[in-house]
């Protein structure tokens, strides 16, 4: 079983940056590949950003490609997403989420999610 937490969500200005953080409970969090996924009211959940278990790679949704930044620490159970040139139609909640199976932008590949965080964007 695993826990995910959430943090780091608010209001900023367009143009500007965030920092999710994702923090795990359990031993076995470096078994999972870890995912970013946001939603808006009357949307479906999608995929914005994962990394697998190894760390060794990347992948993005093209909407964020070159502006957002997924990383892991295996050693504090955390995952990250740095997102920087935010745009209003990045407004959604984000949610984090930890799997063991591919491809990793779908979202019926990942077990456990976390609450979700409440990133707005103003224009």
């Known amino acids: 079983q695993v826990q995910l937490v959430e943090s780091g969500g608010g209001l900023v200005q367009a143009g500007g940056s965030l920092r999710l953080s994702c923090a795990a409970s359990?031993?076995?969090?470096?078994?999972?590949?870890m995912g970013w996924f946001r939603q808006t009211p009357g949307k479906e959940r999608e995929f914005v950003a994962a990394i697998p278990r190894s760390g060794d790679s990347t992948y993005y949704a093209d909407s964020v490609k070159g502006r957002f930044t997924i990383s892991r620490d295996n050693a504090k159970n955390t995952v990250y997403l740095q997102m920087n040139s935010l745009k209003s139609e990045d407004t959604a909640i984000y949610y984090c989420?930890?799997?063991?199976?591919?491809?990793?932008?779908?979202?019926?590949?990942?077990?456990?999610w976390g609450q979700g965080t409440q990133v707005t964007v103003s224009s």
């Open positions: 359990g031993r076995t969090f470096y078994n999972y590949n």
């Open positions: 989420a930890g799997g063991r199976y591919y491809p990793l932008d779908r979202k019926d590949q990942y077990d456990y």
